[in-house]
């Protein structure tokens, strides 16, 4: 059973605790937005045999939406953060790279220091 | 009970001990006791008789194992259902058989051998009610088609209604349905009694209030389809090449080359992108993006018991449906997970989610012991319905997003894939399921429509 720890109340919370928002740092496309940006935004998917982070809500805990970095192809969970961030910060890249050395983000490092 | 499906007459029975048969001998193959030639016989009633009287030592192979040629005209990967039907049909009807059908595992033993069986057309939405009723009906003429039985069993289906919502909703499937020409009805608690003999209609949380009724729906034996198609592709001419796995897309001014693979590069004039849960991933190797996720699916069988259930019952509210096996196991399954997930295990929770449901429905299985529990990886749309498309690469074609309710669709699905992959634009059974649906604002609504589990 998947156990995320929620970064605002640090429960550890199983899933049924939680409930699953899907892929998370999806730049969110205005009004100006083309037809191909909004497709892009609304349906078109990484859907990465890997590394994954993704939205989860604490649903029947503290009810607010955090992140998780996660291994879709062997459930390893690499850690939990606050979801007010445009890229995964660096403890979460860091712990990525010690479990998958081959792993290397999709954004440019200086992106990445959001706290 | 179950079994009344194979009454029919007596060559569909010759042709189910001739699919026996056949994999006898292909467990005798593999300990190599057996050359290595395509088949070149019909499988028949007289076929068993010859045998049996020499100790069947004269079964071939039903498929060839050929080591894969330099270039073809068509590759198709994935040697699913879809993959093989789509290669089949490239064969039957179009005349294209320079085909290869390259599997990264073994032949059906992803989603087409991990699913509850279940064959249905009863949806909302006119496109998807054409294409999964084409399906349907080439399900009912398979066995002869193929010359392999594949134990079609239209023993009839019923989605439950167990709130006023589905009531409405099912009732509205029926007048579109028969405006669609696929033959629904609408069942009162007494006549889904009738047919259900061990429902029980009063649950206490969600009592049971009618039925969608179809009468052809039903089940068929998952890994025979892909092995008849195999056998009918491997007869054409085709190349059906096993673990052999993708691991690149050669392109050349935004048109498909090659694809690179554990056995080395293979050169083609179009590629069939066929796979199910990698879909993304074969479509990253290629350069574009799919609107799919890949969640996990699971399903789990009883013990053996005697027949109790004739009908196969699908109840979306609670997320659970279950039909009879002909060796008697209760086959049960429940909803997806609800995050990305490659493992082909799912989560404990939607065991139990999915059989305390059941156990309300139907009181007598509360004690039956489950025998085996497994997971696919299911390739979910935004708007649950599948896409088969042409692609941002020249050549290049995908059949995908069939979600939980793939095996249904199998012969249809080949049927249109391979008229989109023969003539570069879709027909009309698969014009409207197009990657274009998603940036136009399309949608072919299954989500809506169909509840939950579709």
């Known amino acids: 059973m998947l156990i995320l720890t929620c970064p605002y109340c640090g429960v550890n919370a199983e899933e049924t605790e939680l409930h699953p928002g899907g892929e998370a740092h999806l730049a969110r496309i205005g009004p100006n937005g083309t037809d191909e940006d909004f497709e892009s935004y609304l349906f078109a998917r990484k859907n990465a045999k890997g590394v994954h982070f993704e939205r989860w809500r604490h649903a029947y805990g503290c009810g607010k939406w955090f992140l998780a970095a996660r291994c879709t192809a062997t459930l390893q969970v690499f850690g939990t953060y606050r979801a007010q961030t445009p890229h995964p910060p660096a403890d979460i890249v860091d712990a990525i790279r010690k479990a998958r050395p081959d792993w290397t983000p999709d954004w440019t490092p200086a992106e990445g220091i959001a706290e | ?454």
């Not at chain 2, 290595?36 to 007289?46: G, I, K, L």
């Not at chain 2, 390259?102 to 998807?128: A, F, H, M, V």
């Open chain 2, 1 to 454: 009970m179950s079994h009344v499906a194979f009454r029919r007459d007596l060559p569909q029975a010759a042709l189910r001990v001739g699919a026996v048969a056949a994999m006898v001998q292909a467990t005798r193959s593999l300990r190599g006791t057996m050359p290595d030639t395509p088949r070149a016989r019909r499988y028949s009633v007289f076929a068993i008789a010859r045998e049996a009287l020499r100790q069947h030592k004269g079964w071939t192979r039903a498929w060839a194992s050929p080591e894969p040629k330099s270039r073809y005209k068509v590759i198709v990967v994935g040697a699913g259902g879809h993959g093989l039907a789509t290669a089949y049909y490239l064969g039957k009807n179009f005349g294209i058989t320079d085909v290869a059908v390259i599997e990264k595992g073994w032949l059906g033993g992803g989603n087409t051998g991990r699913n509850t069986t279940i064959i249905r057309s009863n949806y909302l939405q006119d496109p998807s009610a054409a294409l999964y009723e084409k399906a349907r009906s080439l399900y009912e003429g398979l066995s002869q088609d193929l010359n392999y039985n594949i134990m079609f069993s239209p023993r009839g289906l019923i989605m439950l209604a167990q709130t006023e919502h589905e009531i409405r909703g099912y009732k509205r499937t029926v007048y579109a349905n028969n405006l669609q020409g696929v033959q629904t009805e609408w069942l009162d608690p007494q006549q889904l009694k009738a047919k259900v003999p061990i429902i029980n209609l009063d649950g206490p949380r969600y009592p049971v209030l009618g039925g969608l009724y179809q009468a052809r729906g039903g089940t068929a034996r998952h890994d025979a389809v892909a092995w008849g198609y195999a056998r009918a592709c491997s007869d054409m001419g085709m190349h059906i090449i096993q673990n052999c796995e993708v691991t690149g897309v050669e392109t050349e001014a935004g048109q498909v080359r090659a694809v690179n693979t554990s056995k080395g590069r293979i050169g083609c004039d179009k590629l069939a992108i066929v796979v199910a849960g990698h879909s993304s991933q074969l479509a990253a190797m290629a350069g574009f993006r799919l609107p799919i996720e890949s969640v996990a699916l699971q399903a789990l069988v009883s013990e053996p018991i005697k027949p109790c259930m004739d009908v196969v019952v699908m109840a979306n509210t609670v997320h659970g449906y279950m039909s009879q096996s002909d060796k008697g196991e209760m086959v049960i399954g429940g909803g997806t997970d609800g995050f990305n997930n490659f493992t082909q295990r799912g989560s404990w929770q939607h065991v139990e989610e999915t059989v305390r449901a059941l156990i309300e429905t139907f009181p007598m299985i509360s004690r039956l012991k489950m025998l085996r529990q497994w997971g696919g990886i299911v390739d979910m749309t935004g708007d649950r319905s599948p896409i088969l498309s042409s692609t941002p690469v020249g050549g290049i074609f995908v059949n995908c997003g069939w979600g939980t309710g793939g095996f249904k669709a199998i012969p249809g699905s080949g049927w249109a894939m391979a008229e989109l992959v023969a003539k570069g634009t879709p027909g009309p059974l698969a014009a409207d399921f197009g990657l274009n649906r998603f940036r136009e604002g399309r949608f072919i609504d299954e989500s809506v429509a169909a509840g939950v589990a579709h």
